[in-house]
């Protein structure tokens, strides 16, 4: 362990739920990371596919200092320039009309209010899928298709079945006149980013037309900008019901987002929902910086082009089996259970991916990263997989 002092008082002090870090970070600036003992990481993880534009961008760093500076929090007896202008920008990126946003601060959050929203259309049956994670707190782990992460903390939310991802027939089987709402990651992310079938989605919404049930999709991970597009979705052609993003969403800053489209829009009646930080001054000015930044910058269209250079390169390097994903968020399959042993090697390296599962790397780096470190990035792992270390 790098950092004994922290990890020593990490371990007394904070639960044991995530187990003690290694490393303890203290700066960065756009993807170079520091730890407390000096050295520094290319950071291609994001914070989870969090930091879309790295670590303390000009954009966002003078957004929050201007706005703590003018008004911190207002509670939502008040509104906020901020909250209104980021709830119109984030139907605007939906492309529909009419799309009202509730906020809060985590896709945990996000889900738990599109769970709520589905309650009002009278119905309450949930259909999910099979591997999903969509957080963990009660309502969301209830939707969460990972058996290790709910077993403990039976009995969840009754009526939810989990079927196969990608599996439209399954959805068949156990969508009915009694489901509320269905909902599904346009690519499952903490599963090892695996991506459906190139129908999937429009199968699915047509299953939902026929059974009158909402059609969520869970964009926290693959949203705002890191497929390539702002949610993830868009790809298929579709307009789901509800949207809940997250992560990327405040740029660092804790922000969650439930947009509901259509009808859905108008399901919540006050007093039904709310969360005393939601729609809060400081993190929605960060979330309308970074989407600033986003189109200003043209940075979509660089996303879709970097992922489609590195799964190319990624997929030639001996020792990996196939790589998935899109634009910034892809998932290297090693076919082998070494994915935790290579994680900790380019961490030795310096360099900070995860293991999504015992034979996946997962990398998600912010979206501004650039050519030459995507280069710096495949020139590493290359050598690590060859050398072993
Ligand atoms: C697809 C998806 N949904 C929901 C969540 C939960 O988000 P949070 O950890 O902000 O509650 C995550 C987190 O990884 C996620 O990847």
Known sequence: MRNKQYGIRWTKTIQNNYGTPSITLVKGKGLIVQDSEGKRYLDFLGGIATNILGHAHPS???????????????????????AVALAEKLGACTGTKGAKVFFCQSG???????????????????????????????????LTGQPSKREPFLPLLKNVKHVPFGDIEAMRRCISKKTAMVIVEPIMGEAGVIVPPDDYLQQLRQLCDK???LLVIDAVQTGMGRTGS????????ITPDVITVAKGLG??????????????????????HGSTFGGN???TAAALAAIKTIESKKILKKVQKQGRFLIQELAMIEGVQQVRG??????????????????QKLLDRGVLVNAANPTTIRIAPALIVSDAQIKKFITIFREVLSHGN
Not at 116 to 137: E, M, N, P, W, Y
């Open 326 to 343: 899109a634009g910034l968020l892809i998932g290297i399959e090693l076919g082998s259970a070494t994915a935790q042993e290579i994680t």
């Open 211 to 213: 059974s009158g049930c």
């Open 108 to 142: 945990a959050e996000a889900n738990e209010a599109a769970i709520k929203l589905s309650r009002k259309t009278g119905r309450s049956h949930i259909v999910a899928t099979q591997g999903s994670f969509h957080g963990r707190t009660m309502g969301a782990l209830s």
């Open 251 to 272: 740029g660092g800053l804790p922000l969650g987002a439930m947009i509901a489209l259509g009808k859905a829009a108008d399901l919540f009646q006050p007093g039904e």
């Open 60 to 82: 966002i760093v003078s957004a929050v200092s201007k706005q703590v500076r003018t008004l911190s929090h207002v509670s939502n007896l008040y509104s906020h320039p901020n």
């Open 230 to 237: 702002w949610f993830g979705y868009e790809y298929s052609g």
């Open 281 to 283: 001054p400081i993190t």
